[in-house]
């Protein structure tokens, strides 16, 4: 069955960094695109990152420059490394999984960022 399961989230001050790892079932991981979404209390969905069915990586304009998915085939693992977090970063995650444009298919449960001193 499908599977997205995050991990790598917790507590960090302005300025700091974390990597949030998502570890996926291995057909979905080769067949669909993966990316990151993030939902901050009262607000909506907001995209972070993703990568394209062609290989490269999308980006908001508010994480482009700090964030940065990658990914470990052999391990069946995206990352989403964010550097200089800011309060505004404070979200749940979400590891993502679509088959083409539009919304993921797919989510995983989520693992909490926050940035505060």
């Known amino acids: 069955q499908v599977q997205l399961v995050e991990s790598g989230g917790g507590l960090v001050q302005p300025g700091g960094s974390l990597r949030l790892s998502c570890a996926a079932s291995?057909?979905?991981?080769?067949?669909?695109?993966m990316g990151w979404y993030r939902q901050a209390p009262g607000k909506q969905r907001e995209f972070v990152a993703r990568?394209?069915?062609?290989?490269?990586?999308l980006y908001s304009d508010s994480v482009k420059g700090r964030f940065t998915i990658s990914r470990d085939n052999a391990k069946n693992t995206v990352y989403l490394q964010m550097n200089n977090l800011k309060p505004e970063d404070t979200a749940t995650y979400y590891c993502?999984?679509?088959?083409?444009?539009?919304?993921?298919?797919?989510w995983g449960q989520g693992t909490q960022v926050t940035v505060s001193s």
């Open positions: 990568f394209t069915g062609s290989g490269s990586t």
């Open positions: 993502t999984a679509r088959r083409g444009p539009g919304e993921p298919d797919y």
């Open positions: 291995g057909s979905i991981f080769r067949n669909y695109v």
